[in-house]
């Protein structure tokens, strides 16, 4: 099982930031160039996106893909808000009545999305837990820790509705409209930017591109050959006891998703706080990682993964990939600084020099 992955020596690392700062690069809005590929940044979904076109497209042909991927990215924010009184899941968790039914497609499509990384992850991904977020302040910066007996009563709700074999208060939902016990609320922010993602990737393809980056805040595609002399694209994975460049993997058509307890966090009486709620407790997830990277095709599910892999923490984890390892790769980071990566990244991951131990999952 032990394995010490290869080492980057640190002039090459710096040629890599250099070459491809997919990860850690410093956005500025607007547009630009990188190594082949014009770039173009906004902030939308609460954080900073990037996409990168190769510079041999036609440029009146560069504005509009952009212009429609920013599009494509404002519609699905537009929907998907759980903050905005005009998105349409506003109007799902704020409806009265226990049947809604829904104008959007997408909204449809990713709620069903996340009942399915449900089911897979026995509940470590659940979309249900936006009154949780609320009480904590995720969604506001109000931030506070929530009575404990409150947030014991509210998971046992959110669990009962989880639980299939309870028929009468489970959720439903078909083509056209969500059928789920009137209270429950969701959040989409474990799934919503892998979403986008795939979306864009589709666009992508649909108008020909063979190579684009698409970055959703540190969701990145790496899409199609990369320009250049070697075709995978290198992309960075951040050291989260530092924020500095852990080490890199080489891909191809691959999502790579990071969820960390250092990505959005309240600190209070020397207690640290995260966004990812453990859906058995109610509190931030707090199972011994503090970094899960998830490497698939799929970018939704890389997205969802992320989320709920950190909240299984390592055991759990890794017999989940056991299970599923046809369909992802992971690196597990623990709080005990020892990295775990899965087989199918033995030839395409390549660490930096640092004190960590390193573990090869098969
Ligand atoms: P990510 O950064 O992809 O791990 O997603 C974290 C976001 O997902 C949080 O800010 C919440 O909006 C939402 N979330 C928190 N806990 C969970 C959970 N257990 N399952 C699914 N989504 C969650
Ligand atoms: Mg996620």
Redesign the pocket.
């Known amino acids: 099982m032990k394995n010490k992955a290869p080492k980057l020596s640190i002039t090459r690392i710096n040629c890599i930031i250099v070459m491809l700062s997919v990860v850690l690069c410093c956005f500025v809005s607007g547009c630009g160039k990188k190594e082949g590929y014009v770039t173009k940044q906004f902030f939308a979904m609460d954080t900073w996106m990037e996409i990168q076109l190769p510079e041999s497209c036609d440029d009146k042909d560069l504005e509009l893909y952009f212009n429609d991927v920013e599009a494509i990215v404002r519609k699905l924010e537009a929907c998907f808000s759980v903050t905005s009184t005009a998105s349409d899941l506003y109007k799902l968790n704020n409806d009265i009545n226990e049947n809604v039914t829904l104008d959007s497609k997408e909204l449809l499509d990713i709620l069903k999305e996340g009942e399915y990384l449900e089911d897979l992850t026995d509940g ?4 249900k ?1 936006y009154v949780i ?1 609320k009480e904590w302040g ?2 506001t910066g109000n931030y506070k820790v929530p009575d404990k007996a409150w947030l014991d009563a509210e998971i046992l709700e959110i669990q009962d509705i989880m639980d299939d074999s309870n028929t009468d208060i489970s959720v439903d939902i078909n083509e056209s409209s969500v059928i789920r016990p009137v209270g429950t609320c969701f ?5 919503a ?2 979403y986008a993602t795939d979306k864009i990737v589709d666009y992508l393809a649909d108008k020909g591109i063979n190579s684009a980056i698409v970055n959703l805040g540190g969701n990145i595609y790496a899409f199609g050959d990369k320009q250049g002399k070697e075709d995978r694209f290198v992309v960075g994975i951040t050291d989260p006891f530092d924020n500095t460049l852990l080490g890199t993997v080489m891909v191809k058509d691959m999502a790579v ?1 990071t ?1 960390g307890n250092y ?2 966090y309240f600190e209070l009486d020397g207690e640290r706080y995260h ?5 058995t407790t109610g509190y931030p ?1 707090d199972n011994g990682l503090v970094s899960v990277t998830i490497i698939s095709e799929d970018a939704s599910y890389a ?2 993964l ?3 892999l ?2 299984m923490g390592l055991d759990e984890a890794i017999t989940f990939w056991e299970n599923n390892r046809n369909s992802f790769d992971a690196i597990l980071i623990t709080e005990n600084n020892e990295i775990y990566y899965t087989e199918g990244l033995l030839d395409n991951f390549v660490m930096t020099e640092k004190p960590y131990t390193c573990k090869l999952v098969k």
Not at 187 to 191: A, F, P, Q, R
């Open positions: 470590a991904f659940c979309d837990l977020s995720f969604t959040d989409l922010g474990g799934i930017k892998g998703v969820s990505e959005r966004h990812i709620i453990d859906s997830a997205d969802g992320s989320t709920a950190f909240v």
